[in-house]
């Protein structure tokens, strides 16, 4: 027999109700830890689990910004952002830096989260995140209240232990070893599981 089912009327619902409930269906999401500085050099450091790829050629990601916030007016004002990878052994320091704190404190410091010099962009990495992407801001597009922020990637750095070469020669990190967490709905986020791997199949 089929599960009986709840069913829910966004408009009866109402947005903030009905953005919970998809919050708590659409995942895991993963989590982009987002680095900027502002004009004056105040290095910012947020989660954003609105995070995804957007583009294959060229890779472009995007993060999303509910409201306005330091990370959307730094990179809109910088131009550049870079996104560290929140892997489990980050999980208390990450949520620490969504603090609301002020424009003027620096995450990396109030976080106590050691910061590291980009190669190419001026916004700083996270030292400890086993992977990392410098992108320049390609677009910014207002969506209802929030605003996504599309980052060509330019540069990206990933700790070397993590590799392993597939068949075809090529160098890509092991998703058990970058160990990421993801946000799921409430307070809760996850860590990786089981992890599966399938041949892409042919049509018939
Ligand atoms: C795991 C996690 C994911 C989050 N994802 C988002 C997000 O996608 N967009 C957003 O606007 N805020 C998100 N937040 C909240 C921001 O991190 C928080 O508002 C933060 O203070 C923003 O910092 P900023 O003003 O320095 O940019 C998230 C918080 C956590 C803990």
Request: aromatic fraction near 6%; charged fraction near 20%; include cysteine.
């Given at each position: 027999m089929d599960a009986q089912r709840t069913e829910f009327d966004p408009v009866a619902l109402g947005d903030r109700e009905t953005t919970l409930l998809v919050k708590s269906i659409l995942i895991p999401r993963p989590i982009a830890w987002v680095g900027t500085v502002d004009a004056s050099g105040v290095a910012n450091l947020a989660p954003h689990s609105f995070f995804t790829m957007v583009?294959?050629?060229?890779p472009v990601v995007m993060f999303s910004s509910t409201t306005r916030k330091d990370s959307l007016n730094n990179a809109e004002a910088t131009g550049e952002f870079t996104v560290s990878l929140v892997s489990r052994p980050q999980f208390e320091d990450a949520n620490q830096t969504?603090?609301?704190?002020?424009?003027?404190?620096?995450e990396f410091a109030a976080a106590g989260v050691a910061e590291e010099p980009s190669a190419v962009v001026t916004a700083p990495r996270v030292a400890s995140s086993p992977a990392v992407m410098e992108c320049t801001v390609e677009r910014i597009i207002p969506v209802g209240g929030n605003f996504m922020v599309l980052g060509r990637v330019v540069h990206v750095a990933v700790n070397t232990h993590t590799l392993r070469t597939d068949a075809r020669g090529r160098s890509l990190p092991s998703a058990s070893d970058l160990d990421p967490l993801t946000r799921l709905g409430r307070n809760e986020w996850g860590t990786l599981g089981e992890v599966l791997a399938i041949r892409r199949p042919n049509a018939q």
């Amino acid at each position: 027999m089929d599960a009986q089912r709840t069913e829910f009327d966004p408009v009866a619902l109402g947005d903030r109700e009905t953005t919970l409930l998809v919050k708590s269906i659409l995942i895991p999401r993963p989590i982009a830890w987002v680095g900027t500085v502002d004009a004056s050099g105040v290095a910012n450091l947020a989660p954003h689990s609105f995070f995804t790829m957007v583009s294959e050629e060229p890779p472009v990601v995007m993060f999303s910004s509910t409201t306005r916030k330091d990370s959307l007016n730094n990179a809109e004002a910088t131009g550049e952002f870079t996104v560290s990878l929140v892997s489990r052994p980050q999980f208390e320091d990450a949520n620490q830096t969504s603090a609301p704190y002020d424009p003027d404190v620096s995450e990396f410091a109030a976080a106590g989260v050691a910061e590291e010099p980009s190669a190419v962009v001026t916004a700083p990495r996270v030292a400890s995140s086993p992977a990392v992407m410098e992108c320049t801001v390609e677009r910014i597009i207002p969506v209802g209240g929030n605003f996504m922020v599309l980052g060509r990637v330019v540069h990206v750095a990933v700790n070397t232990h993590t590799l392993r070469t597939d068949a075809r020669g090529r160098s890509l990190p092991s998703a058990s070893d970058l160990d990421p967490l993801t946000r799921l709905g409430r307070n809760e986020w996850g860590t990786l599981g089981e992890v599966l791997a399938i041949r892409r199949p042919n049509a018939q």
